[in-house]
């Protein structure tokens, strides 16, 4: 069964790169039918789609968040990994990483999920 | 960007009766030359993350009860709870992975009255 976890920094200063990784387990990042994501929710809010990337390292962000995001892949550690640069208070979310099934080309929907991780951007 | 609007924002329901939640894309998401709906439900419980219920609007994915459907074609989409059970109390989201960037319904809470 497929598992994914995420890690890093609970606290980002702001001005600040936040920096999280995802751990795949259960499952090959390097599988051909997968995208890997990044989703957030600031606390009481909806979700957010950040950006995914393919093991090739196609990627595709959301363009509100293009000019501060690179999301990462390292296929011998079975990771894949979000920077966010100039993090301000607007970026305190709940981070979720999560496994897209690729329908069309690079279309995906997310059927696999972390549980997400709370980063908070405060002084 | 596609946007999603979902209603209501809340909903409250009785144990056993029927929940139905809308959805509704800013353009549509029907993919004409294979005929799908590129839209999928998720559920989300309090202090977990959501979970795939639906994907191509009406496939239902693997462990979802037969209490949920989805149905719903081009821009008009809908989540149906056929009798709600008390472990169906979360926030039910749509989203459109027609086109990038992906986008999400604001979400619409599910309660039991």
């Known amino acids: 069964q497929l598992q994914l976890q995420e890690s890093g920094p609970g606290l980002v200063k702001p001005s600040e790169t936040l920096s999280l990784t995802c751990t795949v387990s259960g499952g090959s990042i390097s599988s051909s039918d997968s995208y890997w994501g990044w989703i957030r929710q600031p606390p009481g809010k909806g979700l957010e789609w950040i950006g995914s990337i393919h093991n090739s390292g196609s990627t595709y962000y959301n363009p509100s968040l293009k000019s501060r995001v690179t999301i990462s892949v390292d296929a011998s550690k079975n990771q894949f990994s979000l920077t966010l640069s100039s993090a301000t208070a607007a970026d305190t979310a709940v981070y979720y990483c999560?496994?897209?099934?690729?329908?069309?080309?690079?279309?995906?929907?997310?059927?696999?999920w972390g549980q997400g991780t709370l980063v908070t951007v405060s002084s | 960007d596609i946007v999603m609007t979902q209603s209501p924002d809340s909903l409250t329901v009785s144990l056993g009766e029927r929940a139905t939640i809308n959805c509704k894309s800013s353009q549509s998401v029907l993919y004409y030359s294979n005929n799908k709906n590129y839209l999928a439900w998720y559920q989300q419980k309090p202090g977990q993350p959501p979970k795939l219920l639906f994907y191509w609007a009406s496939t239902r994915e693997s462990g979802v009860p037969d209490r949920f459907s989805g149905s719903g074609s081009g821009t008009d989409f809908t989540l149906t709870i056929s009798s709600l059970q008390a472990e169906d109390v979360a926030i039910y989201y749509c989203?459109?992975?027609?086109?990038?960037?992906?986008?999400f319904g604001q979400g619409t809470k599910l309660e039991i009255k």
């Open positions: 989203q459109q992975y027609f086109s990038t960037p992906y986008t």
């Open positions: 999560a496994r897209g099934m690729i329908v069309l080309v690079r279309l995906h929907y997310f059927d696999s």
